[in-house]
């Protein structure tokens, strides 16, 4: 009953949009005074504590970082090294958008950042040339998702805090997922522009080749500082994120020169006042997921799950699904904060690799982006072209089942996500 009524709190709070983290926050001050009988010291503290985690610290840095580098034309340096790559290939235009987000989201690490960065750019370009929305707005709309897959992840720092496991593993195998899901968007580009009858043009000499490779140089090194920075021991994922904020700052300011000092603090404020929007929802959230574990919900699922005797592949797609159907309607934080202490222990018990699972989390939340009727890539899509929500999203179809298809292979072949640590 209390589990009942607790639920039914948070729902009625969310249908009347009261924002997720104030509903999250509300729902769990209710019931820890309702049904706990806790002082109102005891939520203050456990707010204060939610946040007192050395790794998350990584996030305002790593949203620093990217906010460095979103201002000026690092995205342009990107664009231009991603066609030279393949811009001449049947689609080239639409292939050039899809790497160019790939790259962009492993140096800022957000999904929105990545539409909006590489989208106000390359949908203008895309559309001249003749392409239609399918090409031009589904694309880079679905491809901004692998902002919170492609390392550094907000999202895999959020679930590696909530159940203790290591970012810097969850970082590493976030990559080849990520490598894969591109490849099959940009397969699905090739074949769609030739069905469409578009034609290979004449590759880039080697030498502009090189040189737009130069240009994006310092770029495409922060995306080494951290991965390899992690990886070899040098820092911690926290220490990695610290890094990449400084390094962030030289390169716009001092080698790209794209701003000056005087859009250093509004800068500053922007990354600040997008932290403290994630860190107030990671805590609100925290709240939430502590008056659970007081009740021992997440344990009574467990057990309910296992006597029920569900098999392995069920429960991952029952998991798929409701992540999903969260994704659609929740800020992707709150749902890892909120779900994976329930989850993680029959994921454990049924045999699924804790890294795994922070990967399929991870993919179902970039599926959440783009899935109306709250799906953030789609809003950015929606300011840049200012089509309506419905258009957006029935550009984003195709694109939407070929990202879900790279959900099903990284939730049913372990090895997707783990194959990265016996290569290295």
């Given amino acids: 009953m209390m589990t009942l009524v607790t ?64 201002e000026g034309g690092t995205a342009k340096r990107i664009i231009k090294f991603a066609h030279s790559m393949v811009g001449h290939m049947p689609g080239g235009l639409t292939m050039t958008s899809v790497l160019a987000c790939a790259i962009f989201a492993a140096v800022s690490g957000s999904g929105p950042a990545t539409v909006a960065a590489i989208g106000s750019i390359m949908i203008p370009a895309i559309r001249e040339a003749g392409y239609s929305d399918v090409f031009a707005i589904g694309s880079i709309t679905t491809a901004g998702s692998l902002g919170i897959l492609i390392p550094p992840s907000i999202v895999l720092i959020v679930y590696g805090v909530t159940v203790d496991q290591s970012i810097g593993d969850l970082f590493m195998a976030g990559v080849v997922p990520g490598i894969v899901i591109t490849s099959m968007l940009m397969i699905l580009t090739y074949v769609m522009a030739r069905r469409a009858g578009f034609k290979r043009a004449t590759p880039a000499p080697a030498k502009e080749k090189f040189k737009s490779f130069i ?57 600040a006042a997008t932290s403290a929007m994630i860190l107030f929802i990671i805590a609100n959230a925290m709240l939430f997921a502590y008056f659970l574990t007081m009740e021992q919900i997440p344990q009574q699922l467990s ?23 969260f994704g659609a309607f929740m800020e ?4 890892v904060m909120v779900t994976a202490p329930l989850f993680f222990p029959v994921a454990v018990h049924l045999g699924v690799n804790p890294i795994q699972l922070g990967i399929i989390y991870t993919i179902n939340m970039g599926l959440g982006e783009i899935t109306p009727p709250v799906g953030l890539n789609l809003f950015v899509a929606m300011g840049i072209t200012g089509k309506s929500i419905e258009h957006v ?26 194959v990265i640590f016996k290569i290295l």
Avoid: C
């Fill in 7 to 70: 639920a039914g709190v948070l729902f009625f709070l969310i249908a009347i949009d009261v924002p997720i983290a104030v509903a999250l926050g509300m729902t769990a001050t209710i019931a820890i005074f309702t049904f706990l009988g806790l002082p109102a010291l005891s939520i203050a503290q456990k707010l204060f504590t939610a946040l007192d985690k050395f790794a998350l610290m990584a996030i305002p840095f790593f949203v620093l970082a990217g906010a460095f580098l979103s």
């Fill in 215 to 271: 240009d994006s140089f310092w770029a495409l090194m922060l995306i080494v500082i951290i991965i390899g920075g992690i990886y070899s021991g040098m820092f911690t994922p926290t220490e990695a994120a610290a890094v990449s904020a400084v390094y962030a700052f030289i390169v716009a300011k001092f080698i790209y020169r794209d701003i000056k000092w005087k859009d250093v603090p509004p800068i500053i404020l922007k990354a």
């Fill in 303 to 325: 057990d309910m799950i296992i006597q029920a005797h569900v098999s392995k592949i069920l429960f991952l797609a029952g998991i798929n699904i409701l992540l999903i159907i």
């Fill in 332 to 335: 992707p934080s709150s749902i």
């Fill in 393 to 418: 999203s029935k550009v984003s179809i195709p694109w939407f089942i070929v990202y879900f298809i790279g959900l099903m292979l990284a939730t049913y072949i372990p090895t997707l996500s783990t």
